[in-house]
């Protein structure tokens, strides 16, 4: 079963009430993930990539970097190590999982079309192998649709059965389809609050926005990679460590406002995590199992 990751700025219209309640002297439970006994993902992670359909080099090397730094540790504070830093607290004072770039794989010339279907993900997801611990994840083009993009998810990640089973996970640029409902905040959203947009960290509306959903999905696939980790609600259609901050980047997010973020004084691009080669990621909040709350890195 894959779980699905909705647009940041969405759940946030539809739960406004609890950040409206942060202002009065109500108090909130604190949201709490539930750990259902399941395998989770600690150690080296494997993360392979499939890419389906036209990318540049300078987009594909603005991803590769995001997954270097998650491991890294290089870049000045607030950098994106820091950030996947809070997955080692799901691991009950295990070895948190180390992200490692593996194998890459281009497809360039749509072998499926450009209109995929759920199992077209999970046969390309397969070319990355059966790897244990490994993640594969599926990078589509732009120019490609697939089910449920910009209906009802950015992206996804989920697993197989049977004794070839892996982790995989999917994530679509939304520049052309979509960009206010899946690259927000570096698009007006389609409806809501309608606040001017931020200016992408690495100058690419639909890549700066895959970035922050394959952080959600990669957050969610190693403390939920089988469906019976870390969520909250049901299996079907679970809050996971990132998508139970639904709309936060910093301190002080409301809906339609991402909070409040570093800001380059040359390019005006706002962002919150350094990474290697001297990057920026904008990098959504994760839920803490520690405090039972979303932490931000600014």
């Not at 750990?35 to 600690?42: I, R, T």
């Not at 991803?63 to 997955?87: C, E, H, M, Q, Y």
């Not at 899946?182 to 100058?203: E, K, R, S």
């Amino acid at each position: 079963m894959a779980a699905k990751f909705l647009p940041s700025f969405l759940p946030l219209i539809l739960c406004a009430s609890f950040y409206a309640s942060m202002a009065v002297l109500v108090q909130e439970q604190p949201l709490v993930l539930k750990y259902h006994n399941g395998a989770l993902l600690k150690g080296t992670v494997t993360v392979n990539l499939i890419w389906y359909g036209t990318f540049t080099p300078t987009q594909r090397s603005v991803i590769v970097d995001f997954l270097d730094s998650l491991s890294s540790g290089k870049g000045s504070s607030p950098n994106a190590a820091l950030w996947w830093r809070t997955t080692e607290k799901y691991q009950s004072g295990g070895a948190g999982p180390r992200v490692v770039v593996g194998r890459q794989f281009m497809d360039e010339n749509y072998s499926f079309g450009k209109s995929l279907k759920n199992s077209n993900i999970i046969y390309l997801a397969a070319r990355g192998g059966h790897g244990i611990g490994a993640v594969n994840v599926v990078l589509t083009a732009k120019d490609v649709t697939v089910d449920g993009f910009c209906m009802n998810r950015c992206g996804t990640h989920g697993s197989t059965r049977g004794a070839a089973r892996f982790a995989y996970a999917w994530v679509g640029n939304s520049e052309t389809q979509c960009p206010g409902y899946c690259a927000w905040p570096f698009h007006q959203p389609i409806y809501g609050p309608q606040t001017p947009p931020l200016v992408a960290p690495n100058g690419d509306v639909g890549v700066d926005g895959m970035v922050i959903n394959l952080a959600a999905v990669l957050a969610g696939t190693v403390t939920n990679p089988y469906n019976n980790g870390y969520f909250q609600g049901p299996p079907t259609a679970p809050l996971e460590a990132v998508t139970a901050c639904p709309g936060v980047f910093g301190t002080g997010a409301y809906p339609g406002y991402a909070g409040n973020l570093l800001v380059d004084k040359t390019t005006g691009a706002s962002y919150n995590a350094n990474g290697v080669n001297g990057r920026r990621f904008l990098l959504p909040a994760m839920w803490d199992p520690e405090t039972s709350q979303c932490a931000t890195l600014v």
